[in-house]
């Protein structure tokens, strides 16, 4: 091969390599994905209707697990000496309980204790108790910490005016504490209001709070309401402000505490001169309610120059119809001086 011929070889080599190098593949650079990063999957899910009745049903099935796996049995009715007033937990449950035309209330209130099968917004006393044939001890546990439950006294100073007992004409249900208008009024435990009413004759606006130990506390005289029926309060929550309506003679709070209705001298629960609780529980016995037993005893009344069936009435804190069905005389007839009338 001559020198010419050679060199023309190699350029030519030379030219098909560049010319392959230009126009080769080339690649996409591989880049493995990062296997933490989370893989986002296209929201799919189907839209499907609400059935009310499986939610109440499995609603039902969880909280009665809770309910029933302790001493609190809900499914029976309790008798006034079986009753669990030592437990303060309380659960929600799916049935509700109408109060009045608008209120709801949790249906635990209800069933909890066998009184609380009353639910009267317009009665103070409407569970037909009869102290007579309570012949037992009920351990009522005002409070408890560790369930979160407390108390608080009514007011901030519980002086007190007037004393639990009889007085004049008729008795006395609770401990008058001095007050001045406007003076904030607290719930004595954790509870719910049962009413709010207006008694012209007695109490004037009133209160009266369902409480979860068992017990009713009500709160008269009051100016103004800071609750409503079928509200749930905590123990030291503003509930009304204190005021001198209805039969008073000037501020104050009348302050009752209530069993299945019946009165109870609430300074046995509260030492009012420390301003305390005198314990963290009660003892619901007969003799709390030995002053019911006598006022349930047969009272007379003379008749007094004056006086008309509406003043003997007010006298006893009883109604005048009351008194003419015991005494089978109407509201029109004519009262004689010295008359005897059947009251009780």
């Known amino acids: 091969m001559s020198i010419k011929s050679f060199i023309s070889f190699i350029v030519i080599t030379f030219l098909c390599v560049s010319f392959s190098e230009a126009y080769a593949q080339v690649f996409p650079k591989i880049v493995k994905k990062d296997k933490t990063q989370p893989v986002k999957v296209p929201d799919v899910r189907k839209i499907e209707t609400f059935d009310v009745q499986e939610y109440l049903q499995n609603l039902q099935r969880g ?48 069933t909890a204790f066998e009184y609380y099968s009353s639910w009267d917004s317009q009665r103070i006393d409407s569970y037909d108790f009869n102290p007579k044939d309570f012949k037992d001890t009920v351990y009522v546990k005002l409070y408890d910490p560790f369930y979160g439950t407390n108390w608080s006294n009514p007011l901030d100073q519980t002086k007190i005016n007037s004393e639990f007992g009889f007085r004049r004409y008729r008795w006395h249900h609770g401990t008058d504490l001095d007050l001045n208008r406007g003076d904030p009024v607290y719930s004595a435990f954790d509870g719910i209001v049962r009413m709010r009413s207006y008694d012209r004759y ?17 709160y008269g005289h009051l100016s103004k309401f800071n609750a409503v029926v079928g509200q749930e309060v905590k123990a030291g929550e503003v509930i009304g402000y204190g005021g001198s309506t209805g039969r008073s003679t000037g501020p104050h709070l009348h302050f009752e505490v209530r069993y299945q209705g019946l009165s109870i001298n609430p300074t046995e629960l509260f030492d009012f001169s420390v301003g305390r609780l005198r314990s963290s529980v009660y003892a619901v016995t007969a003799n709390s309610f030995d002053h019911v037993i006598k006022m349930q005893q047969a009272v007379y009344h003379r008749v007094r120059s004056g006086e008309n069936l509406s003043v003997i009435a007010r006298k006893y804190g009883t109604t005048v119809r009351n008194i003419t069905r015991k005494n089978n005389i109407s509201s029109s007839s004519v009262l004689r001086v010295g008359q005897r009338l059947r009251i009780r």
């Open 63 to 110: 909280t009665d697990s809770l309910l029933f796996k302790d001493r609190v049995d809900l499914r029976r009715r309790l008798t006034a000496v079986s009753e669990d007033t030592l437990s303060l937990v309380w659960l929600p449950t799916h049935q509700l309980v109408q109060v009045t035309d608008k209120i709801q209330i949790d249906s635990v209130w209800v």
């Open 202 to 218: 007695g109490y004037g606006y009133y209160l009266v709070v369902r409480h979860k130990n068992g017990l009713e506390t009500l």
